[in-house]
């Protein structure tokens, strides 16, 4: 195990993951820390990923709970953040889809109170983690249960001027070259689409137009082989493709569609 990920589970058993200046104090590392480290240790030996062993994640701005109920916050989707937080407008509806463990929408209220931020989530587990993590943070936002845009009320049609997402965007076939650590850890459904891996972003691009207002934006993150998939996919939208810091196609950015169909 490499020595950065030692004095992190250090940290942890200790209880000061926040605040690495502990290990250069006169810190005091009793039996009960050193059991826990030594446990963590053995833990992380046998493959369990370092952020739900410290059972947080710095993500943009804020901190939040990380644990096996939703996958663990990328920094890739930081960049997601800071292009959503760009393009909203003052008092913005903002919907994130596929919330997981809320990291984009708090972040998103962190960086603008005044924004009205509702996410959904299909998973029950993500959603009870997402609702702690508002809790801890103290960030008003409403978290529903229920599929992509599903669990919506009706009079949010025509009037959100963001819609994020952070989707599952694997196959089924790349799900069994993930590394060990993701596959046996993290939840398969925060992660796989379906057979080609586009099969949630194509929904959203299909659902999104009903809810945004004519000025909205569409923002995901999306698969760094999934360019040209998505500029169909989203063509109404006007796509753009942006690459992350790695240089990677990493999110789809489009306006909403003129001609959508409100009902
Ligand atoms: C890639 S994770 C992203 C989690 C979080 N937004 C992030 O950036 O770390 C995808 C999330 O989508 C959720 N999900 C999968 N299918 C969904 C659907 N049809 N409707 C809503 N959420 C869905 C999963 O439960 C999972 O939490």
Redesign the pocket.
Known sequence: MPDFEKRRLLLAAAGHSDDMSWLLGDRIVDDEIAARFRLLAARRSAGEPLQYLEGTVH?GPIVVSADPR?????PE?EG?WELVVAALPEAAVVV??????????LACKHARPDARVI?????G??ISLAVENAVQLGLEVEFLE???F?PLAASLRGVVDVVV??????SSSEFDLLPAEVRGYE?P???V?GSTGTE?LA?IAAEARDWLTPSGTIAC?IGETQGRACRRMFADYEPEIRRDLAGRDRYVVGRAPEGRDLD
């Open positions: 993500f939703a996958l663990i916050p990328r989707t997601l994130d889809l596929c919330t997981g463990s809320g990291n984009v929408a996410a959904t989530d299909i998973s587990d993500a229920g599929d992509l599903g997402a952070n989707p599952p965007y694997v939840p459904a925060a992660l689409a949630v929904r993150e």
